[in-house]
């Protein structure tokens, strides 16, 4: 293992830079780094699955002002807007809901509710997308794959670790978030780093199994948490600082071993 950290290390070292952001390496944080507004960087993190130059392309192409809009304007303005799974109304719907929801409390707060219990980053996300779906009342097959569904409980209420997804868009938007330096943005306050999630996508699983940090063959929550633990061992009071490594390894096929 400590040539993996030795690896990683370097890694983390060569690409925790702005320019690693940018139209020939695109990465949906291109565009989020533009904002200091946590919705709109939700938004960013929410629709980052698929091609990552479709996704840049994509929210390049989204008015982020239209959540100051009336519910008219936005109506007019997205008619026609669609991305993947999202109909237009799915798109809508998460822009009204957004503007609601700013009227009356920050993310960071509603995450805090859920979260500061027992320092559980899948306790604050259970509530966080709970608080969302309440507030949207909208149910459609694009919206619930945009804002994810509610972390599935086992009889005595415990969040599943096997069964659940790996939720890694929002895992990625607490990185985003939580963690501060020259890719990430810091903002939010209150949550340690340390207890953050590894952004499990299908690049970050399969280096991080030919690396020998997990051996599961599952693609699943359990697996995120799994190499997050291995990743603690690395550096225990910022293990996810190594994702975007791990992810950029995995899209550029930089296999060395």
């Known amino acids: 293992m400590n040539n993996i950290k030795k690896l990683l290390d370097n890694e983390f070292e060569q690409r925790n830079k702005e320019y690693e952001l940018s139209y020939d390496k695109p990465d949906p944080l291109l565009v989020a780094s533009r904002y200091d507004d946590e919705y709109i960087i939700l938004l960013c993190a929410l629709f980052a699955y698929g091609k990552a130059s479709m996704i840049v392309k994509f929210l390049d192409s989204l008015d982020f002002s239209l959540l100051d809009a009336s519910d008219e304007k936005i109506d007019k303005e997205l008619d026609s807007f669609y991305y993947r799974f999202q109909n237009s109304e799915d798109i809508k719907i998460i822009f009204k809901t957004f503007k609601k929801m700013k ?20 306790e604050g996300l259970d509530y966080l997308i709970k608080q969302i779906h309440e507030i949207a009342n909208h149910k459609s097959q694009g ?9 599935k409980r086992d ?33 939010w306050k209150g949550i340690d780093k340390k207890d953050l999630i590894l952004p499990l996508d299908t690049h970050t699983f399969n ?20 190499i997050t633990e291995k ?15 791990l992810y950029r390894i995995g899209q550029e096929k930089l296999f060395i071993f």
């Open 143 to 151: 919206f619930t794959f945009l804002v994810s569904s509610p972390l």
């Open 231 to 245: 990743l603690k061992s690395f550096d225990i009071n910022d293990p996810i600082k190594y994702d975007f490594s």
């Open 103 to 122: 009227k009356t409390s920050s993310l960071n707060e509603i995450f805090l509710k859920g979260y500061k219990e027992n320092s559980s980053i899948l």
């Open 207 to 226: 280096v991080s199994r030919k690396l020998g940090l997990l051996t599961r063959k599952t693609y699943d929550l359990k697996s995120a948490l799994l």
């Open 155 to 187: 009889k005595n209420g415990q969040i599943k670790e096997i069964g659940n997804a790996p939720y890694k868009r929002w895992n990625m938007f607490l990185r985003w978030m939580v963690r501060d330096d020259e890719l990430d943005l810091g903002l």
